[in-house]
């Protein structure tokens, strides 16, 4: 029998609001503080890490030991060090490629409430764009810029716009006849303003659950795209083209492996744990 | 049925024929002339111009374009364009190991899948859910290159039971075969493994929750045949659609799952393609990965809309 809680909620001020908005879950929470510490272990990498992360050495696959927490690489690297470094790559990922993606995808979200040859002609593009799987996309771009971080970037940006661009379309279409915005349209407000200061404001819900998606995915396709040799290449490290090397060498340093493995999956499944708690705060209220 | 078939339908040609283009236009802005490295390292310009000419380098982009289309449509994808190789036999090659690959990850997905979102969906039990729960939740966001190397590190390394990567084709020795294609399909296989069992579980909840059940319940049938011959065929349409997709999807998770199991597949070509500069072959297994998806996109909607009719009145 469940009791009715009849107590009205304590007045709170937005700063409150929006701190309650982002902690309210605590699958969220442990999802940001799993990021944000491996985001800033790669920050400060240069202070964090024991070795140099192109540093050769003579000891070549070592296990682990109190030296090399995680052994060493085939190159005598020490692996601990690579990592940290690595983690750079995904941070450099997650902060250029997918607002710039969002931004784009969101703009052209708009445009398609301007009129209506304009949605009809960006919703086949964004029908062409995501008939490119993450992955064929990556390949894509690889084979235009030539494999290297550019290209995950790129990538990244690009597999974003059409995921942002039809959740801004479909916020304008559901909003766009409320009475709030046809009265601001009947007082004269101009049609872009009146997307982007009366529209866009109340669809952003279910931008933010995306954003953390697509951090998850940016994190995703640069591992993947690394793995494959078309993403950031040898020597400069990255946790998939560590997975990509390691796997030759998984009976002499399983640590070469492990590593990055728990790293990955700690950033992906991270983003998407804050995804799924920002879901259940914002959209399932 | 047949007039959203008829509306359906030249969306899905048009959003080909646009992706085609794309394809086309994009590899051309490649940098590097594919002439140049045909001609090699060596060669003079008079000699790199009559390369061109002889790939057809010269023409017009127009009629570049409808050439390869022609070629693709008639199933003539001509030479590549450096080693000289004829790329309709590489695709060939590459395509039934790849199809292998694929049809084995959509047994196990459609298997593992149904199992988990079966128990999500009828359990009432917390641990029960709990544990699938949290399981389908590493198994949707694990990626591929993670979940590959772990398998390989337990099954093929610390418990030497697998081979950690290779193909023999099933046709030949199914018993070594299923050996080499157990861990690449299945690794393949979890992240829409997981997207299933989401999907089923919501939508089996939602059925047990109809007056027919308990009608069902009432005139006191057997809980088995409630639940799989009155329950499951009424949840599953929602599943059916992420099936397809899922399916679209898994030719680019093909090309990092050959890539840890070096399974002589068409995204082993697809990458080594973009490395060697092959570009006359990336344009064609690009045309061909963006069609399959575009195609099971639409033959989804169809099903979807046979059996729902209110699909087909929307817009």
Redesign the interface.
């Known amino acids: 029998m469940a009791t009715l809680n009849v107590a009205a909620p304590m007045p709170v001020t937005p700063r409150q609001h929006r701190i309650r908005w982002l902690f309210g879950s605590p699958i969220a929470t442990a999802g940001i503080a799993v990021v944000v510490t491996l985001f800033a272990a790669g920050l400060f990498a240069p202070l964090l890490a024991p070795f140099p992360p192109n540093g050769q050495t003579n000891a070549a696959l070592q296990g682990a030991s109190t030296t090399h927490l995680l052994g060493t690489d085939e190159f005598g690297r020490d692996v601990l060090s690579r990592i940290l470094y690595g983690i750079r790559q995904d941070a450099i990922v997650a902060v250029v490629s997918v607002p710039a993606g969002a931004l784009l995808g969101v703009s052209l979200g708009l445009l398609t409430g301007l009129a209506g040859w304009l949605d009809t002609i960006l919703q086949?593009i964004f029908?062409?764009m995501l008939?490119?799987?993450?992955?064929?996309a990556g390949?894509?771009v690889?084979?235009?810029?030539?494999?290297g971080l550019p290209a995950v970037l790129v990538t990244v940006a690009v597999v974003n716009v059409p995921l942002f661009g039809r959740i801004t379309r479909t916020s304008v279409l559901t909003l766009r006849n409320r009475d709030y915005v046809v009265a601001a349209r009947v007082v004269g407000v101009r049609p872009i303003r009146l997307l982007v200061r009366h529209v866009l404001p109340n669809g952003v819900d279910p931008l933010i659950v995306q954003l953390a998606l697509s951090l998850?995915l940016a994190v995703?396709i640069e591992?993947?795209m690394s793995?494959?040799?078309?993403g950031v290449l040898l020597p400069q490290p990255s946790l998939?083209n560590m997975?990509?090397k390691?796997?030759n060498y998984?009976?002499r340093n399983?640590w070469y492996?492990?590593g990055p493995?728990v790293v990955?999956?700690l950033l992906?499944?991270g983003f998407?744990l804050i995804a799924d708690g920002l879901t259940h705060r914002l959209l399932r209220r | 049925m047949i007039r959203y078939a008829i509306r359906r339908i030249p969306s899905a040609l048009l959003v080909l024929f646009l992706a085609s283009i794309a394809v086309f236009a994009l590899i051309h802005l490649a940098k590097g002339d594919p002439a140049a490295l045909a001609a090699g390292p060596d060669a003079s310009p008079a000699e790199i111009a009559a390369k061109r000419h002889q790939l057809g380098l010269d023409d017009s982009l127009a009629s570049q374009y409808l050439n390869w289309l022609r070629g693709e449509l008639t199933g003539d994808l001509g030479n590549a364009y450096i080693s000289g190789g004829s790329i309709g036999e590489l695709v060939r090659n590459g395509l039934g190991n790849t199809v292998e690959l694929t049809s084995g990850a959509v047994v196990l997905a459609l298997a593992l899948g149904g199992a988990a979102g079966m128990g999500m969906g009828v359990s009432r039990r917390r641990p029960v859910n709990a544990v699938l729960n949290a399981l389908t939740t590493l198994a949707f966001a694990v990626p591929t290159y993670v979940s590959g190397v772990l398998l390989v590190l337990v099954l093929a390394v610390i418990f030497p039971i697998l081979p950690a990567g290779g193909h023999e084709s099933l046709l030949r020795d199914p018993t070594i075969g299923v050996q080499y294609l157990i861990m690449p399909a299945l690794c393949l296989s979890l992240p829409a493994a997981a997207t299933i069992a989401r999907f089923l579980a919501t939508s089996m909840r939602q059925v047990l929750d109809e007056d027919f059940l308990a009608t069902g319940v009432a005139k006191g049938l057997k809980t088995r045949r409630l639940l799989f011959r009155h329950a499951l065929p009424n949840a599953l349409p929602p599943v059916l659609t992420i099936v397809g997709i899922q399916i679209g999807q898994m030719l680019g998770g093909a090309i990092v799952v050959e890539a840890i199991f070096a399974w002589p597949g068409v995204g082993q070509l697809l990458r080594d393609s973009v490395l060697d500069h092959e570009y006359l072959i990336v344009q064609d297994l690009l045309l061909f990965a963006v069609a399959v998806f575009i195609v099971l996109q639409m033959i989804t909607d169809l099903v979807h809309a046979y059996i729902d009719p209110r699909i087909r009145t929307e817009h």
């Open positions: 086949r029908d062409v008939a490119f799987t993450a992955l064929i390949v894509t690889a084979s235009i810029v030539g494999p998850s995703f591992g993947a793995f494959i040799s078309l998939g997975l990509q390691s796997i998984l009976d399983p492996a492990i493995m990955v999956t992906v499944v998407q």
